[in-house]
């Protein structure tokens, strides 16, 4: 898995009086899918393609979610905010940050 960099797209939220999105300058790991990855340990690379697959099933607009874990056989609330991730290789992407459950990170695109 390739590490890399999340941050927040603070701005047009700052200016908005919302709360900023994501944790600036937070590392993660990129999962097999290609799609996804995980900024803590604790978060597996399943649950975080599950979370993907859910937030878009629900039309990408919810910010809550419950996702199955099929590492623990759990249901975990998550809570997803748009971000902005740099990648090793120089390019920046919006992204979506989704923190909950056991402290769990999942960042995908």
Known sequence: MRKLLIAAA??????????????????????PS?????ATSVTSCAFADNVRGQYFAEGGG???????SPVTG????????PAISHFN????????????????VVVFW
Do not use: I
């Open 74 to 81: 759990e249901q975990y609330e998550v809570r997803c905010d």
């Open 10 to 31: 603070a701005l047009p939220f700052l200016a908005l009086g919302l709360a900023n999105p994501a944790n600036a300058d937070e590392s993660f790991d990129t999962c």
């Open 89 to 104: 290789d120089g390019t920046s992407k919006t992204t979506v940050r989704c923190t909950g459950g056991n402290d769990a």
């Open 62 to 68: 919810r910010t809550l979610l419950v996702v199955y």
């Open 34 to 38: 290609g799609n996804s990855g995980v």
